[in-house]
């Protein structure tokens, strides 16, 4: 373990035992394992066994004044099987019952549901708009949520970062409506990258919407959702100044079901996603079930898919299966 990582892990530990000091910040962790065995076949079948998981460690607090005004930070880490160490969630908040700005490495309002997906198969057969470029946790940037009402809000995310050697600006509107049984959310956003030298002609952008729509019917939840993304691509030739203009239109739509039974849920899934001028095309189906162990807070959940596609020249099939096991504590 590098120096980083033992630094890291001796500060949670010395907050962990000094809870008095700490008193307002709350704690929590879970701890995540998958067994996955996945199947494909592109003219030869193959098998691939994986086993991976990770803790998640987090850290929050808020503090209000008497009217209302609010300040909130968190932060999350992931310890890895594999010994790495990544970053979930770190951010910043003021607001109050009206609105609020959140600046920092965070995910805004989600759209492309896929109801319980504990495991979907795919071919790289095609690929899917979830537009999600510019949603974050990378790009990072400022979100700022404005709630319209008892049952409306408008979620903003600005983004505004770089991947070490391009700028990425983004902006995403997400309006969520939800009235009794019904949830509708519906949103656009457009995403840049450029180069750091402002001379650079490259550019790559980004530009689509999409919605959400859910039905809860007693113990039953009946989703879909559909997204429209359009790419553009200006790229110059080190070598002879040329440039090069791509572009491609991508369509994905989803459905989904979760039925609650009791404690437990099953889950069914299916998609489909094409990609216009590359002639391309795939999709996918999935049943999943999540039920709970005998000690509170841990569950176990199943999941299993399969996928076709089309890659423009040739026909692609895989599927597989995983095993979750998962405790919150």
């Not at 010395?14 to 199947?39: D, R």
């Not at 952008?205 to 113990?219: H, K, M, P, V, Y």
């Not at 997204?227 to 440039?243: F, I």
Request: aromatic fraction near 10%; charge should be negative.
């Amino acid at each position: 373990m590098n120096a980083v990582k033992t630094l890291v892990v001796m500060l949670v530990m010395s907050l962990m035992f000094v809870p008095a000091a700490f008193a307002e910040l709350n704690w929590g962790a879970n701890v995540e394992t998958n067994s996955t065995v996945e199947m494909d076949s592109d003219g030869s079948d193959t098998m691939v066994v994986t086993n991976d998981g990770r803790v998640e460690v987090v850290v929050e607090a808020q503090k209000a004044n008497d009217s209302g005004t609010y300040v909130a930070g968190k932060g999350c880490f992931e310890v890895k099987v594999d010994g790495g160490l990544g970053e979930c969630d770190v951010w910043f908040q003021l607001g109050n019952p009206s609105w609020s700005l959140k600046v920092g490495h965070f995910e805004n309002e989600g759209i492309f549901a896929k109801g319980q997906d504990i495991f979907v198969a795919g071919t790289d057969a095609s690929q899917w708009y979830e537009l999600n470029k510019a949603r974050g946790r990378a790009p990072d940037g400022i979100g700022i949520l404005f709630n319209l009402g008892e049952n409306m809000a408008l979620d903003t995310k600005v983004s505004f970062d770089n991947n070490g050697s391009r700028n990425q600006f983004g902006v995403r509107p997400v309006l969520k409506l939800s009235s009794g049984s019904l949830m509708l959310k519906a949103g656009g956003e457009y995403y840049m990258e450029k180069p750091f030298d402002n001379d650079a002609d490259d550019e790559t952008s980004w530009f689509g919407a999409g919605a959400n729509i859910e039905f809860t019917l007693g113990n039953l939840v009946l989703g879909g959702c559909g997204t429209y993304g359009k790419y553009e691509d200006t790229a110059v030739d080190d070598e002879t100044g040329t440039t090069i203009d791509s572009d491609e239109t991508v369509m994905s739509d989803t459905v989904y079901a979760k039925l609650a039974m009791g404690e437990a849920t099953l889950g069914l899934g299916a998609g489909y996603t094409m990609e216009d001028e590359a002639d391309t095309n795939e999709m996918y189906g999935f049943v999943s079930y999540d039920m709970p162990l005998p000690v509170e807070g841990a569950r176990v959940k199943f999941g299993a898919s399969f996928a076709s596609g089309d890659n423009g020249s040739e026909d692609l099939t895989a599927y597989g299966a995983r095993l979750r096991f998962w405790y919150g504590f």
